[in-house]
């Protein structure tokens, strides 16, 4: 299994970007972004589950963030709006099956990509 993240970049606040992950293997329960600023702990973005397509976000994101997914090319993607300086930090894409408490949890997912950086400029 490899997950592959793409999109990240620097973007003036206000501002919009789309992360997307290309996802090999095999197709799991949920997929999630994270996103990891220096110096704080891994925090919860959103996740999607694959069956059902019921959408999960961070209390941080939502309005601003939207999770998407396209069966066709495997991947899955993280449109972002209304960025702000405080979204800056390095965003993970993951994969796994976690049950649904565990699925805003990074112990929830076992595959990870590699982070992509995005920086908000105010």
């Known amino acids: 299994v490899q997950l592959q993240a793409s999109g990240g970049g620097l973007v003036q606040a206000g501002g919009s970007l789309r992360l997307t992950c290309a996802v090999s293997?095999?197709?799991?329960?949920?997929y999630g972004w994270f996103r990891q600023a220096p110096g704080k702990e891994r925090e919860f973005v959103a996740a999607?589950?694959?069956?059902?397509?019921?959408?999960y976000y961070g209390d941080s994101v939502k309005g601003r963030f939207t999770i998407s997914k396209d069966r066709a090319k495997n991947t899955f993607d993280l449109e972002m709006n209304s960025l702000k300086p405080e979204d800056t930090s390095v965003y993970y894409c993951?994969?796994?099956?976690?049950?649904?408490?565990?699925?805003?949890?990074?112990?929830?997912?076992?595959?990870w990509g590699q982070g992509t950086l995005v920086t908000v400029s105010s």
């Open positions: 993951a994969a796994g099956d976690p049950i649904l408490s565990y699925v805003s949890a990074s112990t929830g997912y076992r595959h």
């Open positions: 293997g095999r197709t799991f329960r949920s």
């Open positions: 999607l589950n694959y069956g059902n397509n019921r959408k």
